[in-house]
């Protein structure tokens, strides 16, 4: 008899401590914000650069990347919560393949045949 009151007093009590009344929840307003950044080393041949903006609704950015084929690929987009994402594409430069190919490079494995 003594659980079944504790058990009773244990629910009422959380019961109790839970309203029924919710309030609204406001989350805050993105932030505007603007970055940049630019990558160039020329020993390694590695050149890319980015940069984003936004206003807090809507953000607009450009990146551009050196591709293996000696091009660069630049793209422009913009982003917001009616048009999705849209990106605009544009290549320049001369894509350069090599005359002569090899054959494939393969690696031997070294050890037991345990994978």
Same mark, same amino acid.
């Given at each position: 008899?003594?659980?079944?009151?504790?058990?009773?007093?244990? $629910?009422?009590?959380?019961?109790?401590?839970?309203?029924?009344?919710?309030?609204?929840?406001?989350?805050?307003?993105?932030? &505007?914000? +603007?970055?940049?950044?630019?990558?160039? =080393?020329?020993? %390694?041949?590695?050149?890319?650069?980015?940069?984003?903006?936004?206003?807090? /609704?809507?953000?607009?950015?450009?990146?551009? $990347?050196?591709? &293996?084929?000696?091009?660069?690929?630049?793209?422009?987009? %913009?982003? =917001?919560?009616? /048009?999705?994402?849209?990106? %605009?594409?544009?290549?320049?430069?001369?894509?350069?393949?090599?005359?002569? +190919?090899?054959?494939?490079?393969?690696? %031997?494995? /070294?050890? =037991?045949? +345990?994978?």
């Amino acid at each position: 008899m003594f659980l079944k009151a504790v058990v009773v007093l244990l $629910v009422i009590g959380v019961a109790v401590s839970y309203p029924d009344v919710y309030e609204p929840v406001y989350y805050p307003e993105p932030l &505007p914000y +603007y970055f940049n950044y630019d990558v160039h =080393d020329d020993y %390694k041949g590695t050149h890319f650069d980015r940069n984003e903006k936004s206003d807090g /609704k809507a953000l607009h950015g450009s990146y551009t $990347v050196a591709l &293996p084929d000696g091009r660069k690929q630049h793209v422009e987009y %913009k982003a =917001d919560h009616y /048009k999705g994402f849209v990106a %605009k594409v544009s290549y320049y430069g001369k894509a350069k393949h090599p005359k002569y +190919y090899g054959p494939a490079i393969t690696f %031997k494995h /070294k050890g =037991d045949d +345990y994978h």
